[in-house]
């Protein structure tokens, strides 16, 4: 990590899974705040996985087949004098990034679970629980591209496309589905319009809705059926017709309610800056970490959580507490890995 440029040269390891991208660019944005970066973003594939998953923990335990490691990737790049930082997310990517920070003598960070490695077989292994291993930092919230200034702009365009007022004040609804131990039936439905119709007769706002991927037909429909269209400023219902509108709700909305069984989205929710509350089914067994989770998200500030068909508490504003959960993890980051010489000059 000598660079004479002062640049930090970072290699993201992505394997194209919009979660796990969105987090690793998250992180690279977050750095980019403080320290002078370049980053280069490289797609890589994991070849015959199964026997792949079978040795690969055994093979990155010696730094001497790093090698053997590297060939079972596609799209690896080449040049070690070309980084000096080794960022990625999700399990098929680890290996690769353990065996290149192996090879190439230069620190690595992981974010997730890490499988069958060590948190110290990386320089930063990033995660939301305690892995009670060495170098494992815990975050408070998963990193995010989200950016409120450009919200702000998104949200602009958005009332123009639709011919929504200026100064029409909306409340926004993100739908996801059954998943994380979470499930919606006919009364989750029934729920959610009844929150929708107080909620607007409470304050006059109409609503921004949006369904994703793993609602389903099924699901949409029944949120179609039951939800008064007269209260939809606009909706995306994505079985039917996706479109990708997350960012501009967020930037015309003045509350954000999330469904509780999408962290990315929840996070992505936390990170606009806007009031958010995360809306959990009656129909529920989350896996006691993530629930966990969610538990210290509400405790910090962040969010407000509440089970449908129950009243609703007003929910934090929640800026403030972004702003100390980011510069927290920065503050880690730049102890465990040094990255001072890096800083921005003024």
């Known amino acids: 990590m000598n660079d004479s440029s002062g640049k930090l040269r970072i290699l993201l390891l992505s394997d194209d899974l919009p979660g796990h991208r969105s987090q690793s660019r998250g992180l690279v944005k977050w750095l980019e705040n403080r320290y002078s970066v370049v980053c280069y973003e490289s797609s890589v594939r994991l070849k015959c996985k199964l026997l792949a998953r079978l040795i690969l923990p055994h093979l990155v335990r010696s730094p001497f087949l790093a090698f053997v490691v590297v060939q079972f990737y596609r799209g690896v790049p080449s040049g070690s004098q070309d ?167 967020m930037g015309a909305a003045d509350c954000l309610f999330i469904t509780a069984d999408s962290m990315s989205m929840i996070a992505e929710a936390i990170f606009s800056t806007r009031p958010v509350v995360v809306l959990r089914p009656g129909k529920a067994n989350p896996e006691t970490r993530y629930a966990d989770a969610l538990d210290r998200y509400e405790k910090e500030g962040l969010c407000r959580l509440a089970t449908l068909g129950q009243p609703i508490c007003p929910p934090p504003e929640g800026s403030c507490a972004v702003v100390r959960a980011r510069e927290a993890l920065l503050d880690e980051l730049s102890d465990q890995l040094g990255l001072n010489a890096f800083r921005h000059r003024c």
């Open 83 to 249: 980084f000096d930082l080794i960022i990625s997310a999700g399990g098929s990517t680890s290996f690769l990034n353990v065996a290149l920070a192996q090879q190439w003598h230069i620190p690595n960070v992981f974010m997730g679970s890490k499988r069958r490695l060590h948190s110290e077989d990386f320089a930063a292994h990033l995660t939301l629980e305690e892995t009670g291993e060495p170098h494992n930092i815990v975050m408070m919230l998963a990193p995010t591209q989200i950016d409120p200034t450009e919200l702000q702009q998104k949200g602009k365009e958005l009332r123009l496309e639709q011919g929504l007022a200026a100064d029409e004040r909306f409340n926004m609804l993100a739908v996801g589905g059954d998943g994380a131990g979470y499930q919606y039936d006919r009364t989750s439905v029934q729920n959610i319009a009844e929150l929708m119709k107080q909620e607007y007769r409470k304050t006059g706002k109409r609503w921004l809705l949006t369904t994703s991927r793993r609602t389903g037909p099924v699901l949409e429909q029944q949120l179609k059926e039951t939800v008064p269209a007269e209260l939809l400023a606009d909706a995306v219902w994505w079985s039917e017709a996706p479109r990708k509108v997350m960012v501009a709700y």
